[in-house]
Every structure is written in structure tokens, then in C-alpha cells.
């Protein structure tokens, strides 16, 4: 089952630059909890598909044109993985490319992400899932 986790996450993911947040909203359970970092714009927690369909166009009204450039994706169990991402946009009120990096511990039942957590950085998600470098 953990195999198949990494690839649902993973098509996910990298699906963002051919369908936008609706890669990622196929891959959600209609009940999930997306969990925004508390640096984000819009921290807070998110439910359902609708609520991270809001969290990411929130995030379309300042940044445009974001794609993911890579994901790294650490199998940690039967239930959980971290998808570690970087991804870039463009910030037009300040004319430049924005590069992105975080990380999402993701959990999974039934092949659908039930709660999606965002961290800034790999640390941050390997911790929050009780685990080291």
C-alpha cells in the first residue's frame, strides 16, 4: 500500500503544471484537513476540496504562474508520506520569479489524502512525523 501512497502523491504533485490545484483536489477525501503553514499568507486549516481550492487561489491573487519543479517523496509508513516540493511562481507587483520550497506530511486511507500538513522546510515535516535527517 505504501508504494502506491509515493505515486498517488507524486502524480499529484506534478500534475499541478498540467491541471493546476485540480491534480491535487482528485487526490483528496471530500472530509480532508489541509493544514497551511503558520508563515503562509493564510494560515490556517482548510477542509474539504473546496477549502483548498480557496487556500490556493488565495495564493493565485499574488503570485501567478506557479508550477512545481520537483518532488521528493519519502515513504514513511503504511499511512504517511512527505512530499517535499519546490516550486516556482511569479510575484507581478515585484516583477520576479519566486522560488518556493515546502513540505507536506501527508496522511492516506483508501488511496485519498485525509489530512495534508505544510511545513517550510523537510526538517519541520520529518519532525512533525517523529523522525530525523
Not at 5 to 34: I, K, M, Q, T, Y
Not at 62 to 88: H, M, N, P, T, Y
Not at 96 to 109: C, D, F, G, S
Not at 113 to 118: D, F, I, K, Q
Request: hydrophobic share 40%; proline share 4%; no cysteine.
Amino acid at each position: 500500500m505504501s508504494q502506491e501512497n509515493v505515486e498517488l502523491v507524486r502524480r499529484s504533485v506534478l500534475g499541478w503544471n498540467d491541471h493546476g490545484v485540480e491534480a491535487l483536489v482528485e487526490s483528496l477525501d471530500p472530509e480532508v484537513e489541509f493544514h497551511a503553514p503558520r508563515e503562509s499568507m493564510n494560515p490556517g486549516i482548510y477542509r474539504g476540496p473546496d477549502g483548498v481550492r480557496e487556500y490556493f487561489s488565495r495564493l493565485s491573487d499574488v503570485l501567478e504562474g506557479q508550477r512545481v519543479e520537483s518532488v521528493d517523496v519519502i515513504d514513511i509508513d503504511d499511512r504517511r508520506v512527505i512530499a517535499v516540493v519546490k516550486g516556482f511562481a511569479k510575484a507581478p507587483h515585484f516583477e520576479a520569479e519566486v522560488e518556493m520550497n515546502w513540505a507536506w506530511l501527508i496522511t492516506v486511507k483508501d488511496g485519498l489524502a485525509t489530512r495534508v500538513e505544510t511545513f517550510t522546510d523537510r526538517r519541520q515535516a520529518l519532525e512533525a512525523a517523529r523522525l530525523s535527517e
